[in-house]
């Protein structure tokens, strides 16, 4: 069993950075690729950003070049940092992550077995 616990939202104005924080349980973190994800009322849950246990970063069309993850195996943690934040990035943000096992895709939801339990990141315009 893996779990996640988020850190780091809160409000900010558009224009401001903030980053998020994903804590794992475990002790085979670098094993496995982790993700997040953002979901808004109403909305499916969207693809943001993950972090192949490889190292290799993937991003969602509507971040690039604004959001950054990475990740930290000494620490097993993987961060996003959001930059240029506009008020459509507001939503509840969600750290996921795979089996150690796992050699599939990235970017879908049923790519990810564990799930943090969400933090709220808002916008304001």
């Known amino acids: 069993q893996v779990q996640l616990v988020e850190s780091g939202g809160g409000l900010v104005q558009a224009g401001g950075s903030l980053r998020l924080s994903c804590a794992a349980s475990g002790r085979t973190f670098s094993s496995y690729s982790m993700g997040w994800f953002r979901q808004t009322p109403g909305k499916e849950r969207e693809f943001v950003a993950a972090v192949h246990w490889l190292g290799n970063a993937y991003y969602g069309d509507s971040v690039k070049g604004r959001f950054t993850i990475s990740r930290d195996n000494a620490k097993n943690t993987v961060y996003l940092q959001m930059n240029s934040l506009k008020a459509e990035d507001t939503a509840v943000y969600y750290c996921?992550?795979?089996?150690?096992?796992?050699?599939?895709?990235?970017?879908?939801?049923?790519?990810?077995?564990?799930w943090g339990q969400g933090t709220q990141v808002t916008v304001s315009s």
């Open positions: 996921a992550a795979q089996t150690a096992s796992y050699r599939g895709g990235l970017i879908n939801l049923n790519d990810y077995t564990y």
